[in-house]
């Protein structure tokens, strides 16, 4: 934001922009003039706004000061160098004239000494004869005042200096300093002299400081004392940089007595550290803000420092507590590693030192490292516990980790109960939900990214494992790297198979979301930046949204790899012989009599399938009643779809010897309507499907036409496709019940649907 663009939204949608037809220039010249009063300004340009328009102005405003205080905040940050260099520089600078006003004055003393010189050489020559003894010592009197004055003023430097009595001794050069301005009673040797003594005394004292300083014994006020003196000597650059070094060398010292300590590992050797090294520092800055206050290049050097002792202490526990635990495994130790450091850092930002981004830096990619490997893990983990699991379904998984859910993580239904899934899925999810929490401590390093990704990965990479665990599966050499053994035990029933589908289901739809959510920001925000990281989280929890939209693609992978393994048992035989072959409706015309009316044999089968697996499902994936519908609509379709592309089977009804006759025709036309009929009674009958049907009964129709026959008169109604279709249900289900089978035929095709009912009765008797 610009301050230029002093413009805001009100309330009440209104755009409330001040002169916003004046020129950049302009709108500045009310700031700049010397009588500019702000209250009188707003005063005048919100007269006429609510209060909701003001309260709307001022968080405005305070916006535009944060944004403004951290742009300056980064630009400093971002110029660190820079800056201490311009600074030392202008230091170096301030020496230069220091030093240069001393030249002149001294300049100027011995110009007035010798002009002083030339007037008393005059003044000889014309009365020389006047000269008397008594004279002589007049002129040698202020001579030996001055040199007796030298030296007792060097004898009490001595003494203070010997006794370390700094402040007497600042007190005695200042002393100095005024007697060395007033010249007027000093001879230019004199004053020499008296300068030569002053700086040689005041750099013993500045030795004498520095040597303080740099003392391991001199801590708190001591030390404060002494940097005061050494910049009261007008050594202020020393003073700090020796302020720094004793503070990095009293560190350094701590941390040589900690590396002595083997007993310390782990969570408590980063504790240690972390707290030593940020203990370290804030002292230093409470010293330096003491001494220095907030002088910008005291400042800047002072976080410079910080900056290189965070890092030397990153590095330190990345080779020694990172590297190791993550190269065992070890991924919650490194974890809270960076935790606790950053927990340290945490408190000093409230002293104006930001020192957790030189963390992340450091701390990123070793933990991006970690991050990986123990992905790896979970991946070498699962595959390993898949070529062993038997896909049995357990509520919990025996001495592991509980599951956390809540009364809402269900359907209605199934509340208050937890998923089934097989040991390697409860494993698995085990191992993820402590990857998650492990991440969730570490939201400051911004890896809630990269952490989904690898979930999101490692989830099909099991899917992929699932996959391969069905029997005769398409996907089996794709997800073992090639032909050859399986590495992952075959689920060789239908339960097993199902078993499949409830893990990745679970997984993928309700665990690995829910342990997700560990990686929002807390709910209970406070502070300014309330609104800020309200906004961050609703645009995560949309990330995660589209995340477990990938999740749930890996499983509908899953889904239609079951299907499709099981619409190949329907479609052929173990033999390889094709199961919907077209001689099932053309031979149909070439018996004598006619047949007997019944769905076709794989169309039963299909039906006796999608019914076994229906109530299977009901047991296996529970609350999950909305994916059984979709399987097993998914199956049914993959099915009919097959017949329906088969370009050979439609080539030999279509061209082939022999013709679609009128008994083919009605065969086909049966077999249709009882798949309409049982998924529609299933609920697992979709727009898609009905619409394949639909379109391959009215080709059929077209076929038979063709030939010249009247399709229309050589079909019944469709009542009569219904009737059987339903008694063909409940013969297949043994719910069939004829014992009223007298009745009145009127229509005209009931003595056909009679004849089929029978037929029916005769054909499930064998």
């Not at 001022?58 to 944004?67: E, F, I, N, P, R």
């Not at 025996?398 to 899934?421: D, E, K, M, V």
Request: proline fraction near 4%.
């Amino acid at each position: 934001m610009s301050m230029s663009h002093a413009s805001f939204s009100s309330s009440r949608g209104e755009s409330i922009d001040f002169d916003n037809d004046l020129t950049l220039n302009d709108r500045l010249k009310a700031f700049k003039s010397s009588s500019f009063d702000p209250e009188t300004y707003v005063s005048s340009k919100c007269q006429s706004m609510h209060e909701k328009e003001l309260r709307h102005l001022c968080a405005y405003l305070a916006d535009l000061k944060k944004a403004s205080a951290e742009e300056m905040r980064t630009s400093v940050y971002a110029n660190y160098a820079a800056f201490i260099r311009t600074s030392r520089e202008i230091s170096d600078l301030e020496g230069q004239l220091l030093s240069m006003r001393n030249l002149l004055s001294s300049q100027g003393a011995v110009v007035q000494g010798l002009a002083d010189g030339v007037q008393v050489n005059l003044l000889e020559v014309s009365s020389e004869d006047s000269k008397d003894d008594y004279g002589g010592s007049e002129k040698a009197e202020p001579s030996q005042s001055m040199d007796s004055r030298l030296v007792d003023f060097s004898e009490k430097m001595e003494v203070l200096l010997a006794e370390k009595r700094v402040d007497d001794a600042l007190a005695k050069l200042e002393e100095g300093n005024m007697m060395m301005k007033d010249q007027r009673t000093l001879t230019p040797s004199a004053l020499s002299s008296l300068e030569m003594v002053i700086s040689e005394q005041r750099q013993r004292l500045a030795d004498q400081l520095a040597e303080t300083i740099c003392e391991h014994s001199t801590r708190g006020s001591d030390l404060r004392s002494a940097i005061l003196a050494l910049k009261k000597l007008g050594d202020g650059p020393r003073a700090h940089a020796m302020l720094l070094k004793s503070h990095h060398e009293k560190l350094q010292a701590a941390m040589q007595g900690l590396r002595s300590m083997t007993t310390l590992t782990g969570g408590a050797y980063t504790a240690t550290i972390s707290q030593i090294v940020f203990t370290s520092i804030a002292q230093a800055a409470n010293d330096s803000t003491a001494a220095f206050r907030e002088e910008p290049a005291f400042t800047s050097e002072l976080v410079t420092w910080a900056v290189k002792e965070t890092e030397e202490m990153a590095l330190l526990l990345k080779r020694h507590v990172i590297a190791s635990s993550t190269g065992a495994g070890g991924f919650r130790v490194a974890a809270e590693c960076v935790r606790i450091c950053l927990g340290h850092c945490f408190v000093l930002e409230g002293r104006g030192l930001a020192l957790s981004s030189v963390l992340v830096r450091q701390f990123r990619p070793s933990i991006e490292q970690a991050l990986n490997a123990n992905l790896k893990r979970i991946e070498q983990i699962s595959a390993a516990l898949a070529s062993a699991d038997d896909w049995s379904l357990l509520h919990a998984p025996p001495g592991g980790r509980p599951l956390r859910f809540s009364s809402t993580s269900y359907p209605s239904g199934a509340t208050g109960s937890q998923p089934r899934l097989s040991s390697s899925a409860h494993k698995f999810n085990s191992m993820v939900q402590e990857f998650i929490e492990d991440m969730g401590h570490l939201q400051c390093l911004q890896l809630d990214g990269p952490t989904m990704e690898g979930v999101l990965q490692v989830f099909n990479t099991y899917v992929g494992l699932l996959v391969s665990a069905l029997p005769n599966s398409a996907d089996s050499e794709e997800s073992t790297g090639g032909p050859g053994p399986k590495i992952v035990k075959i689920a060789e029933t239908e339960v097993q198979q199902l078993a499949l589908l409830a893990n990745a289901l679970f997984l993928g739809d309700e665990l690995l979301p829910r342990a997700a959510m560990r990686l929002l920001p807390p709910s209970n925000m406070v502070g300014e930046d309330n609104l800020r990281r309200s906004a961050d989280k609703q645009a995560r929890i949309s990330e995660q949204r589209e995340w477990k939209k990938r999740l749930m693609r890996s499983v509908d992978r899953l889904r239609d790899s079951f299907c499709r393994q099981h619409a190949l048992e329907l479609i052929f035989t173990e033999d390889g012989e094709i199961r919907l072959s077209p001689f099932m409706y053309l031979n149909l015309d070439d018996q004598a009599e006619e047949p007997e009316w019944f769905p076709s044999p794989a169309f039963q089968e299909l039906f006796a399938k999608v019914s076994r697996l229906a109530s299977m499902a009901a047991d296996v994936l529970v609350g999950r009643e909305r994916f059984s519908t979709v399987l097993l609509m998914r199956l049914t379709e993959t099915v009919i779809l097959w017949l329906s592309d088969d370009q050979t089977f439609w080539e030999e009804i279509e061209t082939g010897p022999k013709a679609l006759g009128p008994h083919g025709l009605r065969q086909l036309y049966l077999d249709m309507e009882f798949v309409i009929l049982f998924a529609s009674q299933g609920r697992y009958l979709s727009r898609h499907l009905h619409q394949v049907i639909k379109t391959m009964i009215e080709r059929a129709i077209e076929i038979v036409a063709s030939t010249g026959i009247d399709p229309y008169s050589v079909l019944p109604e469709d009542e009569w496709f219904a009737d059987v279709a339903q008694i063909a249900i409940k013969m297949l289900t043994g719910k069939a019940n004829f014992g009223n089978q007298d009745r009145e035929m009127a229509s005209p095709t009931a003595s056909a649907s009679a004849r089929s009912v029978s037929s029916a009765l005769s054909h499930g008797s064998h």
